[in-house]
């Protein structure tokens, strides 16, 4: 039995190798938007699908994008000349009598209306409204513009769906550039990450479906991985305990290592932690303020995809005097009242060692490195918050 797991694993191990060396497993954002966290605002798309509609901008495109939309909307007759086409005029947010739509575009006889939508849904009346503000115009096209072609709730409107215009703007992309400058390369670049972008925000990004496809397959031997990091976590402080206290006469006599439980108090709850520490032996006599380097980590349950619930490792510290001058001193964030510097620890295991060893062996590099940095500093702190 455990023969096939392994091999199932070595499987699993194989594939993500594979799609790594394809350049299909990336981690992170690829777009301007994805890294500005906008890729579902609809303000941003709004001012990028302006920029697309309008003929002259520097993405060189010229009126190709807007005929496209024109050819959704049944309004093919409108695209006849594109050189017409080329004279249009794109304005947003303009203020109709009772509405307000997110594009229109004053184009050779016609006015083509666009309310986008990426995630809410339409206002109540607002397609009614914004048809019988912008009736009076010159033949005017009325379109609704949503990730799948939502209908809209005024009959007057046209929907359209982002994965078609999607489509459009690719076959678009593929003509040469319309000047050749090089204020038009950029604003060809900047076209081709809005595509990224709407590809992403309509699952049709080629990375996020190597990663969808890996995990749909394999996501239960994933949660089943899962489960057993949390379990196997829950017995970290007691190889960190063993592992540090064969440290301990490594770095200098009179240190010792000790176990404490404590209540950490939270920005909205309490929590019960464990932190298991080296010090010097007077840092650690139970009943008076301890302090020390080591590992700290929640009782009630371990979580490492949670940073709440992750261990972490640092300076813990019971006096407040003490901890206060440590995260003054180092310009560290405290945590819950008992620790005055801390960070999570690394949980990817060295290779070659049991997980929990491995892991213990990262506790240990963390205070091997405090200690021999800072102890003369967290003495001389101590001994000056003492004597005061």
Sequence with gaps: M??????????HAAELTRLRASGQWL???ST??????REAQEAAHERYLAFLLDPQAT???GPAVLAALLRRAGR?????SPAALDRSLVDRQ????TSRPDIVVAGPGFTLVVELKIRAGEGKGQTGRQADDFAHCPDPVFVYLTPSGVAPADGRFRAVSLVDLAQDLAVALRAPLRWGGEHEKRGRAVTRDYLNALEELLGMSPVDEAAARFWLTNNQDMLTAQKAAKRLLVGLPDRAHAALSALAPKLGAGLAVARIEYTAVGELHEYQEVAVVLGHKEWLVPGRPRCGFGLGQRLERVDPDDPRWSPFVGFYCEDARLRDAVSAHFAREQWGRHWARWAHLPLTPPPGLPVLDGLAQRVVESVTAGWRADATVMESLRTAESVT
């Design 32 to 37: 301007a938007l994805g890294v500005l966290d």
């Design 2 to 11: 455990a023969m096939v797991a392994d091999q199932r694993w070595a499987r």
């Design 76 to 80: 093919g007759d409108l695209t006849r």
């Design 59 to 61: 993405h060189g495109l």
């Design 27 to 29: 981690s992170g954002p």
């Design 94 to 97: 303009i203020a109709g009598a």
